[in-house]
């Protein structure tokens, strides 16, 4: 599979972004995971894909939706089959990060890491609305740019898309969110490994939530919890963490090998995930043996 980036299901199918091959995503059963097609060629025509990120727009039983620099990408599937077409979007900015849909008019994405602000609404008539308190000013880091990426994070937005779960991957800090920017749950996790403030040196940080998946009643996070030198080392196995939507930690489960992104079957309680340096395999871990 040459560098999987991410790992999706869209109904009977495994569907697995890499990010390096010139035919973007691989389609496996969800049973058996045999190989089925491959799909999303690199190249200038009107439904190729240029520069697609790794983490979707959105997933559900209604649409996929890949961000391709600033444009929207689509994927349906018929009888089997899928087929990429563009999606109407009002922005007009040339990339967007951490781009994630709300409801049906309204989008959401990271501001830019020289902003004051942590986010940008983007509403249909590509009014871009930024907004947003960083969890500590400036005066730490010496500059926007420092702060802000010492605060980068993963977000989630909840199936009905009515709030959102944005985790901090050098803290402990987690936010959530309604469409309005308004926080609900505002919570600092006491739990080891931990830091009571992110240290300046990047290679002291803690490295915490890489991956996020929602469902009606759960957060699942994927963390390392490690330093960089943990990681190097093949310290430690990551963790599977999981969250009701009032913030509130609920279990953990250890992994028994490295994955970088996964996505979860709750009705089969199966966890899927790719390892980012491991182009040959998909590992799957039943929730009720971990």
Known sequence: MLYPKNIFLKDSFLVVFNEKIDTCFQVFDKIGFGYKYAFGIKGEGPDDLILPASQLVANNHNETIVLDMNRLKKISFVNDQPT????????????????????????????????????????????????????????????????????????????SGKYFAAFYTNSRKLRIYDISGNILHNIELNILPGEQEVPLEVENRYIYAIGAYATENYIYTLNLDMTPQDIYAGKYYPSLQVFSWEGKPLKQYKLNCYISAFTIDEASRTVYGVFAEDESSIYTFNLDHL
Not at 85 to 104: A, H, R, W
Not at 122 to 151: C, D
Request: with cysteine.
């Open 84 to 159: 990429i077409s563009n999606l109407e979007f009002s922005g007009t900015q040339p990339f967007y990060n951490g781009l994630i849909k709300l409801t049906d008019s309204l989008y959401i994405c990271d501001a830019g890491l020289e902003e004051e602000n942590e986010y940008a609404f983007i509403y249909p008539n590509g009014e871009l609305k930024k907004w947003g308190v960083y969890p500590e000013g400036i005066e730490r880091f010496g500059n926007l740019l420092s702060r802000n990426q010492a605060y980068t994070k993963i977000k989630v937005v909840h199936p």
